[in-house]
């Protein structure tokens, strides 16, 4: 996979709840083996969720049918230090033509794929 370029770590959203931003933010908790994601659309998703392989390939077809419009970014937690994250991710960036912009954050953990453009 190749890097987005950026060297310095994403830094995580805490804090957003009693800010103007809240009302944007849906977080999503359970199986996502078995949750129905179907009521929901995003502009940004981010997965950190099981580091099994078949949940990843799941769990990343899940988030891209939630991008509204099918643009927006999806951001993957684990990438690089999880086999099934990495194995996943990589395999799904070489023969999935929807994450062929699919690219690991130098100096992270995390994977992007950007899809606004």
Same mark, same amino acid.
């Given at each position: ?41 995003? +502009? /940004?998703?981010?997965? #950190? =969720?099981?580091? %099994? ?9 899940? !988030? ?26 990589? +395999? /799904?960036?070489?023969? #999935? =033509?929807?994450? %062929? ?9 995390? !994977? ?6």
């Amino acid at each position: 996979m190749r890097t987005a370029g950026l060297d310095r770590a994403a830094g995580a959203v805490q804090g957003f709840l009693g800010t103007d931003a809240a009302r944007k933010i849906t977080q999503l908790f359970g199986d996502s083996a078995t949750f129905d994601f179907s009521p929901y659309r995003a +502009e /940004l998703i981010f997965v #950190d =969720a099981s580091h %099994a392989y078949d949940y990843v390939r799941n769990d990343s077809a899940k !988030a891209l049918a939630l991008l509204a419009d099918s643009r927006g970014v999806i951001v993957w937690h684990d990438y690089g230090e999880w086999p099934g994250v990495t194995r996943a991710l990589d +395999e /799904l960036a070489k023969s #999935d =033509a929807r994450f %062929a912009k699919l690219r690991w954050i130098r100096g992270t953990t995390l !994977a992007v794929l950007d899809r606004r453009s």
